[in-house]
């Protein structure tokens, strides 16, 4: 099971911290994933980080601007965000990876992970 949390209404500019927490006993071997769909779109890559921690990636769209981190003790994934845009409104998820290998075709494709928080919506106002 995952929870994402953190979510919320946010000016142009401005900051937030998604937190995404696991339960289980496999959340330090999974590389996590966070996805975000905006109303009448499809659900993109935002970023993505090893379960080791020492590899990270990200989408065009954030890089430079978003942070993904983790605490395997706390069997957590982080997503810091900075200036944020009104673009960047949706609601964001987190998902564990079902394959052990960093791929860019497996880390950024939706369907190569198997289980998927519930969501957090982030609204940025102009």
């Known amino acids: 099971q995952l929870q994402a949390f953190g979510g919320g209404l946010v000016q142009a500019g401005g900051s937030l911290r998604l937190s995404c927490t696991a339960s289980?006993?496999?959340?330090?071997?999974?590389?996590m994933g966070w996805f975000r769909q905006a109303p009448g779109k499809e659900r993109e890559f935002v970023a993505a980080?090893?379960?080791?921690?020492?590899?990270?990636a990200y989408a065009d769209s954030v890089k430079g601007r978003f942070t993904i981190s983790r605490d395997n003790a706390k069997n957590s994934v982080y997503l810091q965000m900075n200036s944020l845009k009104p673009e960047d409104t949706a609601v964001y998820y987190c998902?564990?990876?079902?394959?052990?290998?960093?791929?860019?075709?497996?880390?950024?494709?939706?369907?190569?992970?198997?289980?998927w928080g519930q969501g957090t919506l982030v609204t940025v106002s102009s």
């Open positions: 289980g006993r496999t959340f330090s071997d999974r590389h």
């Open positions: 998902a564990a990876n079902s394959d052990h290998y960093w791929l860019s075709t497996t880390y950024m494709t939706p369907t190569t992970y198997n289980k």
């Open positions: 980080i090893s379960a080791s921690a020492i590899m990270t």
